[in-house]
């Protein structure tokens, strides 16, 4: 891991020179949740500005690293990590709660993140999720082995936003997966038995024979939806 991020701080730095401002790790790897093989790198690249010239330059190296099993790094200018906390208050939570300056300037832990969306943006994803989640599985439902991946895929994203939904009850939520679960568990009273599951699947503690994916599929449904009525039901 320490390997991939110096090559690409190398790289980003060659291809921007001094309009290269920051380069910040997030998400699981910052926060000590990373498991080798099945999670991401998250890396957040601020320019002094982004136009097309940024964008040709960037190209060669967000392949490389795309190449490597990775998203794309977040390109944003320093003037956008200022002024767009009130839209993503997620994102910019998350990278504030748990990031690791690679290069350059710390553009994060003096930010104020800007609420006044954030319950709404909470409540938008986790539905915006579950509706994508039962997209997919309806054409998945044939299909074991594509329906357990769906799932196992969707986990990570879930206790993210069941992270946040437990911020907003007034709840000093933690980073790990698992712990999450727990917190949601005595917040809102949600089985943790679907979600543990799919850790376990995840991080192959369970080998996929030993999941049966479509009665997952309704129980995990369900206690997803526990949480998006907790927090519809919170002041608006």
Not at 72 to 78: C, G, I, K, Y
Not at 99 to 107: A, E, T, Y
Not at 129 to 157: E, M, V, W
């Amino acid at each position: 891991m320490e390997s991939a991020l110096n090559q690409l701080t190398d790289k980003l730095t060659k291809a921007f020179g001094d309009r290269l401002v920051s380069v910040v790790l997030y998400g699981s790897a910052a926060a000590g949740d990373h498991h080798e093989g099945f999670s991401d790198l998250n890396v957040l690249c601020v320019l002094d500005q982004v136009t097309p010239r940024e964008l040709a330059q960037s190209e060669p190296v967000f392949r490389w690293w795309r190449e490597k099993g990775n998203p794309s790094p977040l390109l944003l200018s320093e003037h956008e990590v200022a002024t767009s906390t009130d839209c993503f208050a997620i994102e910019f939570h998350d990278i504030k709660a748990h990031h690791r300056i690679l290069q350059g300037k710390d553009v994060i832990t003096h930010l104020q993140v800007d609420d006044s969306f954030y319950r709404a943006q909470v409540e938008h994803d986790l539905r915006a999720k579950l509706l994508r989640l039962r997209q997919k599985a309806s054409g998945a439902l044939s299909d074991k082995d594509a329906l357990r991946r769906l799932l196992a895929d969707s986990i990570s994203t879930f206790c993210v936003l069941f992270r946040h939904a437990l911020i907003l009850n007034g709840v000093a939520a933690k980073s790990k997966k698992r712990d999450v679960v727990e917190q949601a568990r005595e917040t809102f009273g949600i089985d943790p038995l679907p979600f543990t599951k799919l850790l376990d699947l995840r991080e192959e503690r369970l080998k996929p024979r030993d999941v049966e994916p479509q009665g997952l599929l309704d129980s995990y449904l369900k206690e997803i939806s526990i949480v998006i009525d907790a927090v519809d039901r919170l002041e608006k």
